[in-house]
């Protein structure tokens, strides 16, 4: 309740009310762990209660590490921030899902930069400015289903603390100059004049309304996501390869036909063999049908040291708890029946797997052995996996 700086911008207190001239807090949240980043000996760890493995696998580290240590956890406070008294391990889930907090370590043995030192491992979607979740509504009487990017303001629209910077619009007042957060924050300064932002909100009857949202939440979430995308920044996070497209996807097929082409006929010029048409084309893939989707195929890379084995579910026996799906949705994903599959083994770390396997809580992910054993503490995550295969 207090008007300290580790709250957030625009949020509602005691010492920093909500009116004509201030619209709650005015100062710009500063991040513990930057400070302690700073200090560049010290051991710091950012985590909540609703991420038990990491918190005390946290604990664990910075409490054998013969160096000062930090432990910075998110912790709600029912009244103040105006939630229920059983909501508290909800909002501490939902606070790193929207980047409000994300997770992180740092660990000044961990190597000699602040990429080696630095550990965002757990945060969902780690390569995207915001996860995306699904969220069930009704619709006529029927059931419908969305996918909707979970920004800050998501979050803010659920504690009492923020409350006065939304407002209600009802439904005949809807128009097309009204766009998503997610998309606004991505519009320039020229492209906002004309636009409105709001957020979905379920109502009691779990129908869709639309809520105005104040500048204020606006610039929250953009502090929220550039304090983020620092933080991948210093680790050096590599972004998330774009998928082909149809055209590229055609183009690429059509160069190393020519090139498989071409290696032909040098062959035969050369007397090495004759041209084989049939064993040529028979590598290329075969062509999708109009509107089908690509199915996208690892390439297979052979394995420093070690075998490979493939990552395995036992789909049918899912219970769609989202887990997996939040730790790594290039990697995980679900079917038309919402169950749990591999969409890509390849699609994350190694210790990705590991983590879902271990967060399961149907416990049927099995993570196998990884295909690239060069990555950090590889010994370590299949030591943890053996479990589970």
Known sequence: ????????????????????????????????????????????????????NHMIESFVQGLMSRRPAVFNIY??????HGIGDDMSAHQAKLAVESRTYPLFRYDPDGGATVAECLDLDGN???????PVAKIQYMDSGREKEMELSTTFVDFAVTEARFRKHFRKIPRDAWNDDMVMVSEYLDLDADEREEKVPFVWALDAKRELSRLLVSDAMIESAQDRRAFWNMLRELAEMEEAPAAEDEVQIESRIRQEVVQKIASGLMGMVSGSGA???????????????????????????????????????DT?????????????????????????????????????????????????????????????????????????N
């Not at 985590?47 to 038990?52: C, E, G």
């Open 316 to 388: 049918e026996e899912c219970t769609e708890c989202d887990e997996c799906i939040l730790i790594n949705s290039n990697i995980f994903e679900y079917n038309a029946d919402k169950k749990a599959i591999i969409k890509n083994p390849d699609g994350g770390p190694y210790r990705d797997l590991v983590k879902a396997a271990e967060k399961c809580t149907a416990e049927i992910i099995h993570p196998g052995l990884p295909r690239d054993r060069s990555e950090k503490d590889i010994e370590k995550w299949i030591k943890r996996a053996e479990k589970f």
């Open 124 to 130: 969902p979607a780690s390569d995207l400015d915001w």
């Open 1 to 52: 309740g207090q008007a300290c700086t580790s709250g957030f911008f625009g949020q509602v207190s005691d010492m920093a009310q909500f009116g004509k001239a201030i619209k709650g807090k005015e100062e710009i949240r500063k991040e513990m762990g930057l400070i302690a980043i700073a200090h560049r000996t010290s051991y710091y760890m950012q985590s909540t209660m609703a991420h038990a």
């Open 275 to 313: 041209l084989d048409m049939d064993a040529m084309l028979g590598t290329m893939p075969a062509a999708a049908e109009p509107g089908a989707r690509p199915q996208l195929k690892a390439v297979e890379t052979p394995a420093p040291a070690g075998d490979y084995m493939a990552p395995w579910i």
């Open 75 to 80: 912790t709600p406070c029912q009244p103040e």
